[in-house]
């Protein structure tokens, strides 16, 4: 019954390494899409997907990039991690029908960044 | 833009009691849906219920019903009869429904409320 996974569920890393965080969807599902949560902040939308290969900015993408190079496959990239990155990290693929109650998300990533 | 606003950052309630969850937004979309989550501790991410714009009717799943108040922009969660498992964070967020555009399903979320149930 396994719809949306997260490579890591905790994961240390240390400032300037490369960081990557791995999403799958097993609905075929065109979009998908990575928030970060914050205290006091809620969840904010980094980036997101709503095709192979297409990609949109959301609300928080500095400091980040994304890869969708198959349908099932959405990462998120810290190309230098910070400590300011430290958060938790949550990935979503809604229904492609528009305006769908249904979201499916991952089981999160907590990252920390020393 | 759309913004949601939940002014308690937590909430304590006895078991058995109801509680209300505040929520309010802002947004100039004419069609718009609206979600509570459920966070518990281990961080999975629950759908409780779904409000659109134009339904007449206030939403209810089991437990949980939806004061929707259109003109006023506030979705406030009711939790009827709370049970010691209700304690998490609870988000509230919303998206464009279908007249609004493409959203792709991109959610704006609210800061969260922490609801501690009490035996």
């Known amino acids: 019954d396994v719809k949306v996974t997260q490579s890591s569920r905790y994961l240390v890393k240390r400032t300037g390494e490369k960081v990557f965080l791995e999403c799958v969807q097993d609905?075929?599902?065109?979009?998908m899409f990575w928030y970060r949560q914050d205290p006091g902040l809620g969840l904010r939308l980094i980036y997101f997907?709503?095709?192979?290969?297409?990609?949109e900015k959301g609300d928080i993408p500095e400091g980040y990039s994304v890869s969708r190079e198959k349908k099932e496959r959405f990462s998120l990239i810290l190309e230098s991690a910070s400590t300011n990155q430290t958060s938790m990290y949550l990935c979503?693929?809604?229904?492609?029908?528009?305006?769908?109650?249904?979201?499916?998300f991952g089981p999160g990533t907590r990252l920390t960044v020393t | 833009a759309q913004k949601i606003t939940q002014t308690q950052p937590g909430m304590f309630v006895q078991e058995k009691e109801a509680v209300t969850l505040d929520c309010t937004y802002d947004t100039s979309d004419p069609s718009y849906g609206l979600f509570w989550y459920k966070q518990p501790s281990s961080g999975e991410m629950i759908f409780l219920i779904y409000?659109?714009?134009?339904?007449?009717q206030n939403a209810t799943e089991g437990r949980y019903s939806l004061n929707f108040q259109k003109a006023r922009k506030s979705a406030n969660l009711v939790i009827s009869a709370s049970q010691l498992g209700d304690s998490a964070m609870y988000f509230c967020a919303m998206n464009r429904g279908n007249a609004g555009g493409t959203s792709y399903g991109k959610l704006t979320f609210g800061q969260g409320t922490i609801l501690t149930v009490h035996p």
């Open positions: 997907s709503y095709d192979v290969k297409m990609k």
């Open positions: 409000q659109g714009s134009y339904d007449q």
């Open positions: 979503a693929s809604p229904p492609d029908i528009q305006g769908s109650y249904e979201q499916y």
């Open positions: 609905m075929d599902h065109e979009n």
